[in-house]
């Protein structure tokens, strides 16, 4: 075995562990590597709870180095993971992950799948991109308008059966010209080199997530669009999400982080978009990419 990919869910199992510590009798474990490490960020865009178990790695297999990576990493974030997964005395490298190549732009929504298909026609015709969407109904919606427009678009969400997700990721993967319109739950692991756009028909739930979303376009280093209708409404569905949100409910009185790039209004003007475009906040303090490595 050279390779064992295996989620933090699965290697949190006893069973899965002593599987390890009989490949580690053998000589067998190289490295112990943890990506998107953010994910142990308790506060974080993308927490998952399982991600906190990987903690204790070092104290199982001490000799085994731990390697830790992350492309969205703030400083807070990244100090946090240097706690939680035990790598106070590691060496860290950090970069910039600014993407000149990628064009930042925001419009006021008005009709978000009209706006949409406009984009795509007069900037984007016959290039693969994926749209991001808040809601499953707002992508089986998105997804039927846009294949009737003439659009090859396909869903993608938690909800729809998991063999349908899979011909459809593979489709986008293989297949040139595919739009993958999607909920958050695509895009993890999805290295396309040629994604030429990312859109956004409602607004992400941080500025973490959306770097993230984003940073899917154009790798490689050609260039590509990131796209932003936003709204006031948008606003009130995120607010409503929170108050209903099951961390709420069990942390009363502190809610997550949500990013608002706008002041509301019921009519944001051309000025107000330009100053609040990702393009001048990423340029003041932009997230990182982050390795830690311990040996």
């Not at 009709?111 to 795509?120: A, G, H």
């Not at 859109?199 to 669009?225: C, F, M, N, W």
């Not at 949500?258 to 003041?284: D, E, G, K, L």
Request: aromatic residues 6%.
């Amino acid at each position: 075995m050279d390779v064992l990919y295996v989620a933090p869910e699965r290697l949190a199992l006893e069973s899965t562990r002593r599987l390890l510590d009989n490949v580690e009798a053998r000589g067998g474990l190289s490295v112990l590597a943890i990506d998107e490490a953010h994910c142990v960020a308790q506060w974080g865009h993308d927490f998952r709870p399982d991600y906190l178990t990987l903690g204790d790695l070092g104290e199982r297999w001490p000799q085994v180095p731990r390697l830790a990576l992350t492309a969205t990493a703030t400083q807070a974030t990244h100090r946090e993971l240097i706690s939680r997964l035990r790598l106070e005395d590691a060496q860290s490298y950090v970069s910039s992950f600014d993407r000149p190549n990628i064009q930042y732009r925001i419009v006021p929504k008005a009709e978000p799948r009209k706006q949409l298909l406009d984009f795509l026609r007069t900037e984007h015709p016959g290039d693969a991109g994926i749209v991001y969407a808040l809601s499953r109904a707002s992508v089986d919606q998105t997804a039927e308008f846009l294949a009737a427009s003439g659009i090859t678009a396909l869903p993608y969400h938690a909800g729809l059966d998991a063999r349908v997700r899979a011909a459809n990721q593979q489709r986008f993967l293989r297949e040139d010209g595919i739009v993958m319109v999607a909920t958050i739950a695509f895009g993890m692991g999805i290295d396309k080199p040629d994604v030429r756009f990312v859109a956004h028909i409602d607004l992400p739930k941080s500025v973490e997530g959306y770097y993230q979303e984003t940073g899917r376009a154009g790798r490689d280093g050609l260039p590509a669009t990131a796209w932003l209708a936003y709204g006031l409404q948008d606003v009130v569905q995120q607010r409503r999400m929170i108050d209903t949100s099951e961390g709420t409910r069990r942390t009363a009185g502190a809610s997550p982080r949500t990013w608002t790039p706008c002041s509301p209004s019921a009519r944001p003007s051309t000025a107000a978009a330009r100053a609040c475009s990702p393009t001048s906040a990423r340029r003041a303090r932009r997230p990182a990419a982050t390795a830690t490595r311990a040996s």
